[in-house]
Nanobody, 124 residues
Framework: QVQLVESGGGLVQAGGSLKLSCTTS????????VSWFRQAPGKEREFVAK????????VYAPSVRGRFTISRDNAKNTIYLQMNSLKPEDTAIYYC?????????????????WGQGTQVTVSS
C-alpha cells in the first residue's frame, strides 16, 4: 500500500506562487510514476504534471508548461509542485497520485493511489 498526503494549498492572488507537497509512505516507489492532477468544480479531473520516482523524467500539461515545476526529494519521500504565475483558471483541488507503471500517465483512472487533495484558489 502507498499513502499520499498533500499540503501547501491556499488562497493566492493572480500572478502569485504556491508550492504543493505530496508526502508518501508505505512501500517504496521504485518504478512508480507520481503525478499531480486537478479538478475544478463541475469539471473532470485533469492531468497537470508527472515525474518518475527514479528518473528525472517530467511531463506537463500544455496549460501549465513553463509556469509549474514538478520535482522530488527521495530522501524526504516527497513530491513537489511549484506553481508560478498563477491564474484564476488554476483554481481547483489538486491531487497527488501514484502508480507502478509508466504508461497512460495522463489517465486518472489508471492510478492506484490517491491523496485526499488540497484546495488552491487564485483570485483575480
Amino acid at each position: 500500500q502507498v499513502q499520499l498526503v498533500e499540503s501547501g494549498g491556499g488562497l493566492v492572488q493572480a500572478g502569485g506562487s504556491l508550492k504543493l507537497s505530496c508526502t508518501t509512505s508505505g512501500r517504496t516507489l521504485s518504478n512508480y510514476a507520481v503525478s499531480w492532477f486537478r479538478q475544478a468544480p463541475g469539471k473532470e479531473r485533469e492531468f497537470v504534471a508527472k515525474i518518475l520516482w527514479t528518473e528525472d523524467s517530467t511531463v506537463y500539461a500544455p496549460s501549465v508548461r513553463g509556469r509549474f515545476t514538478i520535482s522530488r526529494d527521495n530522501a524526504k519521500n516527497t513530491i513537489y509542485l511549484q506553481m508560478n504565475s498563477l491564474k484564476p483558471e488554476d483554481t481547483a483541488i489538486y491531487y497527488c497520485a501514484a502508480k507502478n507503471e509508466y504508461r497512460d500517465y495522463a489517465l486518472a483512472s489508471s492510478y492506484n493511489y490517491w491523496g485526499q487533495g488540497t484546495q488552491v484558489t487564485v483570485s483575480s
